[in-house]
Protein backbone atom coordinates (compact mmCIF):
# COMPACT_ATOMS: atom_id res chain seq x y z
CA UNK A 1 0.00 0.00 0.00
CA UNK A 2 1.28 3.65 -0.26
CA UNK A 3 2.19 5.65 2.47
CA UNK A 4 -0.12 8.31 1.78
CA UNK A 5 -3.24 5.76 1.29
CA UNK A 6 -1.74 4.23 4.79
CA UNK A 7 -1.64 7.24 6.50
CA UNK A 8 -5.73 8.27 5.10
CA UNK A 9 -6.40 5.03 6.58
CA UNK A 10 -4.73 5.16 9.87
CA UNK A 11 -6.37 8.71 10.66
CA UNK A 12 -10.09 7.35 9.35
CA UNK A 13 -9.10 4.28 11.64
CA UNK A 14 -8.54 6.49 14.54
CA UNK A 15 -11.37 8.78 14.34
CA UNK A 16 -13.60 5.83 14.22
CA UNK A 17 -11.90 4.09 16.60
CA UNK A 18 -11.90 6.76 19.25
CA UNK A 19 -15.21 7.89 18.65
CA UNK A 20 -16.73 4.41 19.08
CA UNK A 21 -14.60 3.65 22.27
CA UNK A 22 -14.41 7.52 23.93
CA UNK A 23 -10.72 6.90 23.41
CA UNK A 24 -8.61 9.44 24.31
CA UNK A 25 -5.78 11.18 21.99
CA UNK A 26 -6.86 11.21 19.10
CA UNK A 27 -4.66 14.08 18.49
CA UNK A 28 -1.14 12.62 19.29
CA UNK A 29 -2.58 9.52 16.74
CA UNK A 30 -3.25 12.18 13.84
CA UNK A 31 0.21 13.89 14.38
CA UNK A 32 2.19 10.61 13.97
CA UNK A 33 0.20 8.73 11.87
CA UNK A 34 2.49 10.16 8.54
CA UNK A 35 5.76 8.19 10.57
CA UNK A 36 3.71 5.22 11.28
CA UNK A 37 2.59 4.81 7.39
CA UNK A 38 6.01 5.96 6.16
CA UNK A 39 7.56 3.10 8.32
CA UNK A 40 4.97 0.25 7.30
CA UNK A 41 4.54 1.03 3.86
CA UNK A 42 8.39 1.92 2.73
CA UNK A 43 10.56 0.89 5.92
CA UNK A 44 10.11 -2.26 8.15
CA UNK A 45 11.01 -5.25 7.15
CA UNK A 46 8.14 -7.82 8.40
CA UNK A 47 5.98 -10.26 7.34
CA UNK A 48 2.60 -10.75 8.90
CA UNK A 49 2.77 -14.63 8.81
CA UNK A 50 5.63 -14.50 10.78
CA UNK A 51 4.96 -11.88 13.24
CA UNK A 52 8.12 -13.17 15.07
CA UNK A 53 10.82 -13.84 12.48
CA UNK A 54 13.98 -13.16 13.69
CA UNK A 55 15.45 -11.39 10.58
CA UNK A 56 12.21 -8.78 10.60
CA UNK A 57 13.02 -4.97 12.00
CA UNK A 58 12.57 -4.46 15.33
CA UNK A 59 9.53 -1.56 16.15
CA UNK A 60 8.35 0.13 19.33
CA UNK A 61 6.14 2.85 19.52
CA UNK A 62 7.13 4.12 23.39
CA UNK A 63 4.38 6.97 23.20
CA UNK A 64 1.73 4.07 23.66
CA UNK A 65 -0.95 6.30 23.80
CA UNK A 66 -0.96 6.63 20.19
CA UNK A 67 -1.62 2.77 19.75
CA UNK A 68 -4.28 3.06 17.44
CA UNK A 69 -2.55 4.01 15.01
CA UNK A 70 -0.10 0.77 15.51
CA UNK A 71 -3.04 -1.42 15.70
CA UNK A 72 -4.40 0.56 12.03
CA UNK A 73 -1.49 -0.02 10.70
CA UNK A 74 -1.35 -3.36 11.58
CA UNK A 75 -4.87 -4.43 10.15
CA UNK A 76 -3.90 -2.99 7.33
CA UNK A 77 -0.52 -4.63 6.72
CA UNK A 78 -2.38 -8.23 7.18
CA UNK A 79 -1.69 -9.29 10.71
CA UNK A 80 -5.71 -9.18 11.52
CA UNK A 81 -8.62 -8.43 10.09
CA UNK A 82 -9.35 -4.45 10.17
CA UNK A 83 -12.82 -5.46 11.43
CA UNK A 84 -11.25 -6.20 15.07
CA UNK A 85 -10.10 -2.44 15.00
CA UNK A 86 -13.87 -1.68 15.86
CA UNK A 87 -12.85 -3.40 19.52
CA UNK A 88 -10.47 -1.20 20.44
CA UNK A 89 -10.92 -0.16 24.16
CA UNK A 90 -14.30 -2.52 24.47
CA UNK A 91 -14.81 -5.40 27.02
CA UNK A 92 -12.65 -8.43 26.10
CA UNK A 93 -10.71 -6.77 23.56
CA UNK A 94 -6.96 -7.72 22.42
CA UNK A 95 -6.47 -3.80 21.73
CA UNK A 96 -6.31 -1.60 24.63
CA UNK A 97 -5.33 1.79 24.71
CA UNK A 98 -1.84 1.57 25.01
CA UNK A 99 -0.46 -0.83 23.15
CA UNK A 100 0.00 -4.02 23.72
CA UNK A 101 2.50 -6.95 22.91
CA UNK A 102 0.20 -9.51 22.94
CA UNK A 103 -1.61 -8.58 19.88
CA UNK A 104 0.22 -10.11 16.82
CA UNK A 105 2.77 -7.62 15.33
CA UNK A 106 3.90 -6.04 18.27
CA UNK A 107 7.14 -6.15 19.53
CA UNK A 108 6.77 -4.08 23.06
CA UNK A 109 3.92 -3.13 25.05
CA UNK A 110 4.05 0.73 26.05
CA UNK A 111 1.88 2.98 27.84
CA UNK A 112 4.11 4.90 30.31
CA UNK A 113 6.64 6.92 29.13
CA UNK A 114 10.46 6.65 28.87
CA UNK A 115 10.57 2.79 28.55
CA UNK A 116 10.76 2.12 24.97
CA UNK A 117 13.77 3.73 23.60
CA UNK A 118 15.47 1.83 26.48
CA UNK A 119 14.04 -1.50 25.61
CA UNK A 120 15.43 -0.47 21.86
CA UNK A 121 18.76 0.29 22.95
CA UNK A 122 18.59 -3.19 24.45
CA UNK A 123 17.41 -4.96 21.30
CA UNK A 124 19.80 -3.39 19.37
CA UNK A 125 22.72 -4.17 21.56
CA UNK A 126 21.84 -7.90 21.34
CA UNK A 127 21.70 -7.67 17.79
CA UNK A 128 24.83 -6.10 17.38
CA UNK A 129 26.50 -8.74 20.17
CA UNK A 130 24.88 -11.67 17.77
CA UNK A 131 25.60 -9.60 14.20
CA UNK A 132 22.40 -9.84 13.48
CA UNK A 133 21.50 -7.24 10.37
CA UNK A 134 17.67 -6.08 11.25
CA UNK A 135 17.07 -2.56 12.54
CA UNK A 136 15.28 -1.55 15.73
CA UNK A 137 13.35 1.69 14.96
CA UNK A 138 11.42 3.35 17.94
CA UNK A 139 9.06 6.45 17.88
CA UNK A 140 9.02 8.58 20.83
CA UNK A 141 6.96 11.52 21.50
CA UNK A 142 8.35 15.33 22.49
CA UNK A 143 6.13 15.53 25.67
CA UNK A 144 7.83 12.13 26.54
CA UNK A 145 10.96 13.35 26.46
CA UNK A 146 10.55 14.91 29.56
CA UNK A 147 11.29 11.94 31.20
CA UNK A 148 15.08 11.35 32.33
CA UNK A 149 15.00 7.74 31.23
CA UNK A 150 15.19 9.03 28.02
CA UNK A 151 18.09 10.51 28.18
CA UNK A 152 19.61 7.55 30.25
CA UNK A 153 18.59 5.73 26.77
CA UNK A 154 20.35 8.02 24.54
CA UNK A 155 23.79 8.32 26.63
CA UNK A 156 23.84 4.80 26.25
CA UNK A 157 22.57 4.13 22.81
CA UNK A 158 25.25 6.87 21.72
CA UNK A 159 28.09 5.15 23.97
CA UNK A 160 27.51 1.48 22.75
CA UNK A 161 27.37 2.99 19.24
CA UNK A 162 24.49 1.66 18.58
CA UNK A 163 23.84 2.72 14.65
CA UNK A 164 21.62 -0.29 14.10
CA UNK A 165 18.83 2.27 16.35
CA UNK A 166 16.64 4.67 14.06
CA UNK A 167 14.74 6.92 16.85
CA UNK A 168 11.78 8.91 15.37
CA UNK A 169 10.20 11.59 17.56
CA UNK A 170 6.96 12.83 16.90
CA UNK A 171 7.56 16.47 17.38
CA UNK A 172 4.08 17.46 17.25
CA UNK A 173 5.34 20.66 19.86
CA UNK A 174 2.52 19.99 22.35
CA UNK A 175 1.81 17.42 25.57
CA UNK A 176 -0.76 16.63 27.82
CA UNK A 177 -2.02 20.32 29.07
CA UNK A 178 0.04 22.65 26.95
CA UNK A 179 2.62 23.26 24.73
CA UNK A 180 6.23 21.57 25.27
CA UNK A 181 7.58 25.28 25.43
CA UNK A 182 4.69 25.88 28.01
CA UNK A 183 5.73 22.82 30.13
CA UNK A 184 9.16 22.35 30.25
CA UNK A 185 10.78 24.16 27.59
CA UNK A 186 13.63 22.47 26.91
CA UNK A 187 14.49 23.34 22.80
CA UNK A 188 15.19 23.03 20.71
CA UNK A 189 14.55 19.47 20.67
CA UNK A 190 17.16 18.52 18.05
CA UNK A 191 19.91 19.98 19.21
CA UNK A 192 20.13 18.53 22.69
CA UNK A 193 20.25 14.88 20.63
CA UNK A 194 22.98 16.04 18.61
CA UNK A 195 24.59 16.97 21.72
CA UNK A 196 24.32 13.68 23.47
CA UNK A 197 26.52 12.18 20.51
CA UNK A 198 23.01 10.95 18.16
CA UNK A 199 23.10 11.48 13.90
CA UNK A 200 20.31 14.17 14.53
CA UNK A 201 18.34 14.57 11.31
CA UNK A 202 15.21 17.41 11.29
CA UNK A 203 12.24 16.61 8.81
CA UNK A 204 8.31 17.46 8.52
CA UNK A 205 6.98 14.46 9.91
CA UNK A 206 3.82 15.06 7.92
CA UNK A 207 5.83 14.98 5.01
CA UNK A 208 6.49 11.49 3.33
CA UNK A 209 9.31 12.24 1.26
CA UNK A 210 11.07 13.66 3.76
CA UNK A 211 10.21 10.68 5.84
CA UNK A 212 11.24 8.52 3.04
CA UNK A 213 14.58 10.01 2.57
CA UNK A 214 15.96 10.42 6.31
CA UNK A 215 14.75 6.88 6.94
CA UNK A 216 16.55 5.39 4.15
CA UNK A 217 19.58 7.52 4.32
CA UNK A 218 22.67 4.99 5.24
CA UNK A 219 23.43 5.48 9.32
CA UNK A 220 26.49 6.91 10.33
CA UNK A 221 28.58 4.29 11.37
CA UNK A 222 29.16 4.34 15.00
CA UNK A 223 26.16 6.51 15.81
CA UNK A 224 22.35 5.81 16.33
CA UNK A 225 19.97 8.11 14.17
CA UNK A 226 17.39 10.14 15.67
CA UNK A 227 14.75 11.66 13.17
CA UNK A 228 13.30 15.06 15.31
CA UNK A 229 10.16 15.24 13.41
CA UNK A 230 8.18 17.99 13.03
CA UNK A 231 4.38 17.36 12.84
CA UNK A 232 0.83 18.84 14.25
CA UNK A 233 -0.91 17.64 16.68
CA UNK A 234 -4.31 16.62 15.18
CA UNK A 235 -2.88 16.56 11.45
CA UNK A 236 -5.97 16.12 9.35
CA UNK A 237 -8.93 17.57 11.11
CA UNK A 238 -8.86 21.50 10.62
CA UNK A 239 -10.50 21.80 14.54
CA UNK A 240 -7.97 19.07 16.22
CA UNK A 241 -4.83 21.01 14.72
CA UNK A 242 -2.77 22.41 17.69
CA UNK A 243 -5.26 22.27 19.63
CA UNK A 244 -4.69 20.65 22.73
CA UNK A 245 -8.46 20.03 23.24
CA UNK A 246 -8.04 16.96 21.33
CA UNK A 247 -5.48 15.30 23.45
CA UNK A 248 -8.17 14.12 25.34
CA UNK A 249 -11.25 14.58 24.17
CA UNK A 250 -12.98 11.54 21.00
CA UNK A 251 -15.00 13.18 18.85
CA UNK A 252 -18.64 13.06 19.77
CA UNK A 253 -21.75 12.48 17.82
CA UNK A 254 -22.76 15.47 15.97
CA UNK A 255 -20.68 18.03 14.27
CA UNK A 256 -17.13 16.43 16.01
CA UNK A 257 -17.64 13.27 14.15
CA UNK A 258 -19.72 14.41 11.12
CA UNK A 259 -17.36 17.47 10.37
CA UNK A 260 -13.82 15.11 11.11
CA UNK A 261 -15.43 12.92 8.35
CA UNK A 262 -16.21 15.16 6.11
CA UNK A 263 -12.84 16.81 6.11
CA UNK A 264 -10.74 13.69 5.70
CA UNK A 265 -13.35 13.07 2.81
CA UNK A 266 -12.32 15.70 1.03
CA UNK A 267 -8.47 14.49 1.19
CA UNK A 268 -9.21 11.06 0.58
CA UNK A 269 -7.20 9.27 -2.27
CA UNK A 270 -9.32 8.52 -5.00
CA UNK A 271 -8.17 5.13 -4.69
CA UNK A 272 -8.87 4.42 -1.21
CA UNK A 273 -12.36 2.86 0.36
CA UNK A 274 -13.33 4.35 3.54
CA UNK A 275 -14.31 1.26 5.61
CA UNK A 276 -16.69 2.82 7.37
CA UNK A 277 -18.57 5.85 5.37
CA UNK A 278 -17.48 4.94 2.27
CA UNK A 279 -19.72 7.91 0.70
CA UNK A 280 -18.94 10.29 3.45
CA UNK A 281 -21.26 11.79 5.28
CA UNK A 282 -24.26 12.79 3.30
CA UNK A 283 -25.99 15.80 5.41
CA UNK A 284 -23.20 16.57 7.73
CA UNK A 285 -24.25 18.70 11.19
CA UNK A 286 -21.77 21.48 11.10
CA UNK A 287 -21.21 23.43 14.52
CA UNK A 288 -23.19 25.99 15.88
CA UNK A 289 -21.71 29.47 17.13
CA UNK A 290 -21.91 27.70 20.49
CA UNK A 291 -19.76 24.83 19.56
CA UNK A 292 -16.33 24.69 21.37
CA UNK A 293 -14.02 24.83 18.27
CA UNK A 294 -10.84 26.63 17.26
CA UNK A 295 -10.68 28.08 20.81
CA UNK A 296 -7.09 28.02 22.95
CA UNK A 297 -7.64 24.88 25.78
CA UNK A 298 -3.80 25.57 26.70
CA UNK A 299 -3.47 25.38 30.63
CA UNK A 300 -0.96 28.94 30.17
CA UNK A 301 -3.95 30.63 28.31
CA UNK A 302 -6.18 30.46 31.71
CA UNK A 303 -3.17 30.29 34.32
CA UNK A 304 -1.61 33.09 35.53
CA UNK A 305 0.76 32.54 38.70
CA UNK A 306 1.99 35.86 40.57
CA UNK A 307 5.73 34.49 40.86
CA UNK A 308 6.41 33.04 37.78
CA UNK A 309 5.13 33.91 34.00
CA UNK A 310 6.87 34.28 30.82
CA UNK A 311 4.15 37.11 29.78
CA UNK A 312 5.75 39.36 32.38
CA UNK A 313 8.69 39.46 31.13
CA UNK A 314 7.28 40.60 27.62
CA UNK B 1 28.05 -14.41 49.11
CA UNK B 2 28.17 -11.75 45.87
CA UNK B 3 31.71 -13.74 45.61
CA UNK B 4 29.86 -17.11 45.55
CA UNK B 5 27.30 -15.42 42.83
CA UNK B 6 30.02 -13.96 40.93
CA UNK B 7 32.03 -17.07 40.62
CA UNK B 8 28.89 -19.16 40.06
CA UNK B 9 27.89 -16.90 37.47
CA UNK B 10 30.79 -17.25 35.46
CA UNK B 11 30.90 -21.01 35.29
CA UNK B 12 27.19 -20.09 33.56
CA UNK B 13 28.37 -17.88 31.63
CA UNK B 14 31.06 -19.84 30.20
CA UNK B 15 28.91 -22.60 28.80
CA UNK B 16 26.08 -20.17 27.39
CA UNK B 17 27.00 -17.33 25.68
CA UNK B 18 23.30 -15.62 26.35
CA UNK B 19 24.03 -15.18 29.65
CA UNK B 20 25.02 -11.68 30.43
CA UNK B 21 25.72 -8.89 33.54
CA UNK B 22 24.47 -5.76 33.29
CA UNK B 23 25.55 -3.75 35.94
CA UNK B 24 24.69 0.10 37.03
CA UNK B 25 28.08 1.05 37.42
CA UNK B 26 28.90 -0.55 40.72
CA UNK B 27 31.06 -4.01 41.37
CA UNK B 28 34.53 -2.89 41.92
CA UNK B 29 36.62 -5.32 42.78
CA UNK B 30 33.65 -7.58 42.58
CA UNK B 31 32.88 -8.05 38.86
CA UNK B 32 35.97 -7.79 37.43
CA UNK B 33 37.08 -11.74 37.21
CA UNK B 34 33.71 -11.66 35.18
CA UNK B 35 34.74 -9.04 33.21
CA UNK B 36 38.15 -10.19 32.41
CA UNK B 37 36.70 -13.77 31.50
CA UNK B 38 33.84 -13.21 29.74
CA UNK B 39 33.98 -9.54 28.12
CA UNK B 40 31.32 -9.68 25.48
CA UNK B 41 28.60 -10.78 28.10
CA UNK B 42 29.50 -8.33 30.28
CA UNK B 43 28.03 -4.42 30.10
CA UNK B 44 28.18 -1.73 32.12
CA UNK B 45 25.21 0.75 31.55
CA UNK B 46 26.38 3.65 33.79
CA UNK B 47 24.55 5.32 36.87
CA UNK B 48 21.01 4.90 35.07
CA UNK B 49 18.84 2.03 36.61
CA UNK B 50 15.83 2.36 34.82
CA UNK B 51 17.86 2.22 31.57
CA UNK B 52 19.78 -0.59 33.10
CA UNK B 53 16.59 -2.52 33.45
CA UNK B 54 14.57 -2.21 29.95
CA UNK B 55 17.55 -2.39 28.10
CA UNK B 56 17.85 -5.77 29.92
CA UNK B 57 14.47 -6.26 28.74
CA UNK B 58 15.45 -5.58 25.26
CA UNK B 59 18.05 -7.68 25.37
CA UNK B 60 16.07 -10.52 26.80
CA UNK B 61 13.51 -10.38 24.02
CA UNK B 62 16.12 -11.12 21.87
CA UNK B 63 17.33 -14.22 23.48
CA UNK B 64 19.54 -12.96 26.16
CA UNK B 65 19.60 -14.52 29.65
CA UNK B 66 20.69 -11.44 31.37
CA UNK B 67 22.05 -10.26 35.25
CA UNK B 68 21.68 -6.99 36.31
CA UNK B 69 23.27 -5.67 39.05
CA UNK B 70 23.41 -3.07 41.20
CA UNK B 71 23.45 -2.38 45.28
CA UNK B 72 20.75 -1.88 47.90
CA UNK B 73 17.41 -0.43 46.39
CA UNK B 74 18.89 0.80 43.37
CA UNK B 75 17.89 -2.17 40.95
CA UNK B 76 14.64 -2.53 42.27
CA UNK B 77 12.52 0.51 43.60
CA UNK B 78 14.48 3.04 41.38
CA UNK B 79 13.44 1.39 38.61
CA UNK B 80 10.76 -0.56 39.64
CA UNK B 81 8.11 0.32 36.58
CA UNK B 82 10.70 -0.61 34.67
CA UNK B 83 10.34 -3.94 36.11
CA UNK B 84 7.49 -4.26 35.93
CA UNK B 85 5.72 -3.18 32.60
CA UNK B 86 9.41 -4.26 31.05
CA UNK B 87 10.56 -7.35 32.11
CA UNK B 88 7.77 -8.97 33.89
CA UNK B 89 5.07 -8.31 31.55
CA UNK B 90 7.04 -9.34 29.00
CA UNK B 91 8.22 -12.48 30.62
CA UNK B 92 11.68 -11.23 30.16
CA UNK B 93 14.73 -13.23 31.24
CA UNK B 94 15.85 -10.75 33.59
CA UNK B 95 17.56 -11.81 36.68
CA UNK B 96 17.97 -8.42 39.01
CA UNK B 97 20.77 -9.25 41.35
CA UNK B 98 20.69 -6.64 44.17
CA UNK B 99 23.47 -6.99 46.69
CA UNK B 100 23.03 -5.72 49.60
CA UNK B 101 19.49 -6.98 51.33
CA UNK B 102 18.85 -5.20 54.69
CA UNK B 103 21.58 -3.64 56.81
CA UNK B 104 24.56 -4.72 55.05
CA UNK B 105 25.83 -1.16 54.01
CA UNK B 106 24.80 -0.17 57.80
CA UNK B 107 26.68 3.06 58.34
CA UNK B 108 26.17 4.50 54.54
CA UNK B 109 22.58 5.11 55.93
CA UNK B 110 18.67 4.96 55.23
CA UNK B 111 19.53 5.32 51.40
CA UNK B 112 21.49 2.23 51.42
CA UNK B 113 19.55 0.31 53.57
CA UNK B 114 17.36 -2.43 51.27
CA UNK B 115 14.32 -2.91 54.22
CA UNK B 116 11.41 -2.87 51.38
CA UNK B 117 12.76 -4.53 48.10
CA UNK B 118 11.25 -8.39 49.26
CA UNK B 119 7.44 -6.37 49.50
CA UNK B 120 7.67 -4.27 46.71
CA UNK B 121 9.08 -7.28 44.64
CA UNK B 122 6.88 -9.86 45.79
CA UNK B 123 4.02 -7.63 44.97
CA UNK B 124 4.26 -8.51 40.59
CA UNK B 125 2.96 -10.89 39.44
CA UNK B 126 5.72 -13.38 37.58
CA UNK B 127 8.46 -12.23 39.77
CA UNK B 128 10.42 -14.90 41.52
CA UNK B 129 12.28 -13.39 45.00
CA UNK B 130 14.93 -15.66 46.52
CA UNK B 131 17.12 -14.45 49.37
CA UNK B 132 19.67 -17.37 49.76
CA UNK B 133 20.96 -17.04 53.53
CA UNK B 134 24.19 -19.25 53.34
CA UNK B 135 26.93 -19.55 50.35
CA UNK B 136 25.59 -22.53 49.56
CA UNK B 137 21.82 -21.55 48.95
CA UNK B 138 23.62 -18.68 46.82
CA UNK B 139 25.39 -20.84 44.33
CA UNK B 140 22.11 -22.62 44.11
CA UNK B 141 19.85 -19.97 43.99
CA UNK B 142 22.18 -18.35 41.40
CA UNK B 143 22.06 -21.91 38.80
CA UNK B 144 17.90 -21.73 39.75
CA UNK B 145 17.33 -18.80 38.16
CA UNK B 146 19.58 -18.85 35.34
CA UNK B 147 17.42 -21.95 34.36
CA UNK B 148 14.46 -19.79 34.97
CA UNK B 149 12.29 -18.62 32.31
CA UNK B 150 11.23 -14.90 33.12
CA UNK B 151 11.92 -12.53 35.36
CA UNK B 152 13.72 -13.30 38.62
CA UNK B 153 14.92 -11.24 41.90
CA UNK B 154 18.43 -12.49 43.85
CA UNK B 155 18.83 -10.55 47.03
CA UNK B 156 21.82 -11.17 48.41
CA UNK B 157 23.47 -10.28 51.66
CA UNK B 158 26.46 -10.15 53.56
CA UNK B 159 27.28 -12.25 56.16
CA UNK B 160 25.95 -15.80 55.60
CA UNK B 161 29.44 -16.02 54.16
CA UNK B 162 29.53 -20.04 55.65
CA UNK B 163 27.68 -22.61 54.57
CA UNK B 164 24.50 -23.81 56.58
CA UNK B 165 24.07 -26.82 54.37
CA UNK B 166 26.62 -29.31 53.60
CA UNK B 167 25.04 -29.24 50.04
CA UNK B 168 21.73 -28.68 48.35
CA UNK B 169 21.21 -31.55 45.92
CA UNK B 170 17.14 -30.81 45.63
CA UNK B 171 17.45 -27.26 45.27
CA UNK B 172 14.35 -25.68 44.00
CA UNK B 173 12.65 -22.42 43.21
CA UNK B 174 9.63 -22.14 45.87
CA UNK B 175 11.07 -24.89 47.97
CA UNK B 176 12.11 -24.52 51.93
CA UNK B 177 15.07 -26.34 53.02
CA UNK B 178 14.81 -28.12 56.69
CA UNK B 179 17.90 -27.45 58.69
CA UNK B 180 16.62 -29.01 62.11
CA UNK B 181 14.26 -30.56 63.60
CA UNK B 182 12.71 -29.62 66.78
CA UNK B 183 9.08 -29.62 68.77
CA UNK B 184 6.55 -26.69 69.90
CA UNK B 185 8.38 -23.80 68.02
CA UNK B 186 9.35 -23.60 64.32
CA UNK B 187 11.55 -20.77 62.84
CA UNK B 188 11.42 -19.78 59.71
CA UNK B 189 14.31 -17.25 58.24
CA UNK B 190 15.30 -16.16 54.81
CA UNK B 191 18.31 -14.35 53.77
CA UNK B 192 21.41 -13.86 55.25
CA UNK B 193 19.75 -13.50 58.88
CA UNK B 194 20.42 -16.65 59.56
CA UNK B 195 23.69 -16.36 61.26
CA UNK B 196 21.50 -14.68 64.00
CA UNK B 197 18.88 -17.18 63.83
CA UNK B 198 22.16 -20.14 64.57
CA UNK B 199 22.78 -17.98 67.49
CA UNK B 200 19.19 -17.69 68.37
CA UNK B 201 18.95 -21.50 68.70
CA UNK B 202 22.35 -21.59 70.49
CA UNK B 203 20.30 -19.80 73.37
CA UNK B 204 17.34 -21.66 73.04
CA UNK B 205 18.86 -24.96 73.61
CA UNK B 206 20.39 -23.19 76.73
CA UNK B 207 17.05 -23.10 78.24
CA UNK B 208 15.72 -26.29 76.68
CA UNK B 209 13.95 -25.06 73.70
CA UNK B 210 14.44 -27.03 70.67
CA UNK B 211 12.78 -25.63 67.59
CA UNK B 212 12.35 -26.28 64.10
CA UNK B 213 14.29 -24.37 61.93
CA UNK B 214 13.60 -24.05 58.29
CA UNK B 215 15.54 -21.48 55.36
CA UNK B 216 13.17 -20.12 52.81
CA UNK B 217 15.64 -19.03 50.18
CA UNK B 218 12.38 -18.40 47.68
CA UNK B 219 9.80 -15.74 49.06
CA UNK B 220 8.02 -15.94 46.08
CA UNK B 221 6.95 -18.57 45.13
CA UNK B 222 6.77 -18.44 48.77
CA UNK B 223 6.54 -23.03 50.51
CA UNK B 224 2.82 -23.07 51.06
CA UNK B 225 3.45 -27.02 51.97
CA UNK B 226 5.80 -26.34 54.20
CA UNK B 227 4.15 -23.40 56.13
CA UNK B 228 0.79 -25.78 56.26
CA UNK B 229 2.34 -28.44 57.57
CA UNK B 230 4.54 -26.82 60.60
CA UNK B 231 1.38 -25.06 61.20
CA UNK B 232 -0.50 -28.11 61.71
CA UNK B 233 2.50 -29.36 64.41
CA UNK B 234 3.58 -26.60 65.79
CA UNK B 235 2.07 -24.24 68.70
CA UNK B 236 4.11 -21.27 67.12
CA UNK B 237 5.90 -20.11 63.87
CA UNK B 238 8.78 -17.16 64.14
CA UNK B 239 9.91 -15.71 61.11
CA UNK B 240 13.13 -14.02 60.67
CA UNK B 241 13.83 -11.59 57.74
CA UNK B 242 16.42 -8.44 57.62
CA UNK B 243 13.49 -6.51 56.20
CA UNK B 244 10.63 -4.28 57.33
CA UNK B 245 7.46 -6.33 58.42
CA UNK B 246 5.29 -4.70 56.34
CA UNK B 247 4.62 -6.96 53.09
CA UNK B 248 7.62 -9.19 53.18
CA UNK B 249 8.36 -12.72 54.46
CA UNK B 250 6.46 -12.90 57.59
CA UNK B 251 3.65 -11.19 55.49
CA UNK B 252 3.82 -14.31 52.82
CA UNK B 253 3.97 -16.46 55.56
CA UNK B 254 0.87 -15.11 57.56
CA UNK B 255 -1.06 -14.84 54.49
CA UNK B 256 -1.06 -18.74 54.08
CA UNK B 257 -1.79 -18.80 57.79
CA UNK B 258 -4.81 -16.72 57.78
CA UNK B 259 -6.09 -18.70 55.28
CA UNK B 260 -6.27 -21.95 57.19
CA UNK B 261 -8.72 -23.05 59.94
CA UNK B 262 -6.16 -23.27 62.54
CA UNK B 263 -2.44 -22.50 62.81
CA UNK B 264 0.00 -21.96 65.01
CA UNK B 265 0.54 -18.53 66.04
CA UNK B 266 3.02 -16.42 64.83
CA UNK B 267 5.68 -14.04 65.65
CA UNK B 268 6.98 -12.04 62.97
CA UNK B 269 10.83 -10.76 63.30
CA UNK B 270 12.23 -7.85 61.10
CA UNK B 271 11.89 -3.93 61.32
CA UNK B 272 9.03 -3.06 63.10
CA UNK B 273 7.38 -0.71 60.14
CA UNK B 274 9.91 2.29 60.48
CA UNK B 275 13.17 3.77 59.08
CA UNK B 276 16.79 3.59 60.32
CA UNK B 277 17.96 6.82 61.88
CA UNK B 278 20.77 5.31 63.56
CA UNK B 279 24.11 5.15 62.24
CA UNK B 280 26.35 1.78 62.93
CA UNK B 281 27.50 -1.59 61.04
CA UNK B 282 25.08 -4.41 60.06
CA UNK B 283 24.96 -6.17 63.36
CA UNK B 284 24.83 -3.02 65.30
CA UNK B 285 21.81 -2.27 63.68
CA UNK B 286 20.43 -5.43 63.54
CA UNK B 287 20.69 -5.71 67.63
CA UNK B 288 19.04 -2.04 67.83
CA UNK B 289 15.56 -2.97 65.66
CA UNK B 290 15.81 -5.97 67.51
CA UNK B 291 17.02 -8.71 64.84
CA UNK B 292 19.99 -10.12 66.29
CA UNK B 293 20.31 -13.51 67.74
CA UNK B 294 19.79 -12.45 71.28
CA UNK B 295 17.06 -10.33 70.97
CA UNK B 296 15.72 -12.49 68.54
CA UNK B 297 16.10 -15.21 71.57
CA UNK B 298 14.43 -12.60 74.04
CA UNK B 299 11.10 -12.61 71.85
CA UNK B 300 10.50 -15.91 71.30
CA UNK B 301 10.84 -16.17 75.08
CA UNK B 302 8.65 -13.09 75.88
CA UNK B 303 5.79 -14.61 73.72
CA UNK B 304 6.47 -18.15 75.08
CA UNK B 305 6.20 -17.20 78.62
CA UNK B 306 2.71 -14.76 77.48
Known amino acids: MKSQNLAWLIRRHGIE ?63 FATEELKTHYQNGSRLSGHVSHHVPGVDFSTGSLGHGLSAAAGMALAAKQDKKQHKVYVVLGDGECNEGSVWEAALFSAHFELDNLICIVDHNHMQSLDTCDNTLSTFPLAGIWRGFGWNTVEVDGNDHEQLRNALTAPAVPGKPTVIVAHTTKGKGVSFMENDILWHYRFPHDGWEYDLAVTEMHRVKPADVVDPYTPDGIADPIMPDENADIYRDHTTSATYHPTWFGKEKAE | MRDTFVRTLIELAKEDKNIEIVTGD ?254 GNQKYLRDQYGMSGKKIFEKIIHEVKK
Open chain 1, 17 to 79: MTHLSGGSHIGAIMSVADIIAVLYADILHFDPAEPKADNRDRFILSKGHAGASIYAALAESGF
Open chain 2, 26 to 279: LGFGVLKPFWEALPDQFINAGIAEQNMTSAAAGMALEGKNVFTYSIGNFPTLRCLEQIRNDCAYHHANVKIVCVGGGFVYGSLGMSHHAMEDIAVMRALPDVVVMCPGDLVEAEAATKAIAKHQGTCYLRLGRGGEKRIHAELPDFEIGKAIPVQTGERIAIFSTGAIFEEVEETCNLLKDVGIYPTVYTFPTVKPIDTEVIREIASTHEMIVTCEEHNLSGGFGSAVAEVLAEMPSHARLLRIGMNDQYSTLV
